[in-house]
């Protein structure tokens, strides 16, 4: 469950969100919501912010002569957006991350579009060196509302098992 209460005194409750290293499963899928529809301000302020120089992001001329006929949304804003996503279901408890493999673009995003993400746990094992904790690969795609898938990846990380994770000992 990726949602939990933990009562902290009589009456009194503390929002706990993400999974500990316990509660994945391989094969388990993860629907992650909500959904963000894509701005034109998003997409050009991340370009900007990002210094990506290339016009497919921004200018409307220049992408009119494109394939496209239209602006791109910057890949790497969909990728962040994505792994965004993902983060309160799969690594919001996460100590670390520990790699990022096989990330593929394979359709294109454009201004209007709203996208989904899902993971899937592909694997997990106890943390030889440290512990009280996990490593998890999880696989995400990420889907536009029509269904299209137009990204995925995989992703390791470092996560507690339930009794060692920072969360529950600070008082904050």
Known sequence: MSYKSKEIEPNRFRESIGRFYDDFEVGHIYEHRPGRTITETDNIWFTNLTMNTHPIHFD????????????????????????????????????????????????????????????KVLSK?????????????IKTIGKKDDGTIFMEYERTFLVPKEGFSVDEKANY
């Open 60 to 119: 409307v001329a220049y992408a009119s002569k494109s394939e496209f006929k239209k602006p791109l949304v910057n890949s790497a804003l969909t990728l962040s957006m994505v792994a965004g996503m993902s983060v309160s279901d799969t690594s919001q408890k996460a100590i670390a991350n520990l790699g990022w493999n096989d990330i593929k673009l394979v359709a294109p995003v454009f201004v209007g579009d709203t996208l989904y993400a899902e993971s």
């Open 125 to 137: 094992r106890e943390s030889k060196s440290r512990k009280g904790q996990g490593i998890v690969k």
